[in-house]
């Protein structure tokens, strides 16, 4: 990632970059697989193949023999929408502003955080309509995976 000096470049937890999920809005992300994506932009920006940074925000865990998901970036949602048992532990989260998904996270709940990023990364807008519509995983059907 290019610094205001364009012979000094960053990349990782200290980077606050545009991130097209939120029309290229500048924010900073602390997870490995960002840093993953700012080393290599940053790379291919040095050597002149001017590219700009297209990753979707996707990390996992597994702890305790539980898998949690979560792809996307919400830090200003109005409504969480959630499907499953959270009691059992096996549940996908949705959350959104207004009719739009900006993120999806799960507990024991695979692959539909995966599916989330695919779709996220190719472009496709998920709804809250679409989540919470009786054949709430259409979306998944129209996605391009």
């Not at 205001?4 to 997870?31: K, R």
């Not at 507990?107 to 679409?130: C, L, R, Y």
Request: glycine share 6%.
């Amino acid at each position: 990632m290019r610094t205001n000096n364009e012979d000094v470049y960053a990349g990782g937890d200290i980077v606050v970059f545009p991130l097209f999920l939120c029309e290229n809005s500048p924010v900073n992300i602390q997870h490995w697989q960002m840093s993953h994506q700012h080393g290599r932009i940053a790379a291919l920006n040095m050597v002149g193949k001017v590219t700009e940074i297209q990753s979707v925000p996707f990390f996992w865990t597994t702890m305790f023999g539980k898998s949690v998901r979560y792809t996307g970036y919400a830090v200003d949602f109005d409504d969480v929408i959630v499907q499953g048992d959270i009691d059992e532990q096996k549940f996908v989260a949705y959350f959104t502003k207004e009719n739009r998904v900006l993120a999806v996270a799960s507990m024991n709940f695979d692959p539909i955080v995966s599916q989330a990023a695919e779709a996220m990364s190719s472009g496709q807008m998920i709804t809250k309509s679409q989540v919470t519509s009786d054949d709430h995983k259409c979306w998944i059907a129209s996605a391009k995976l």
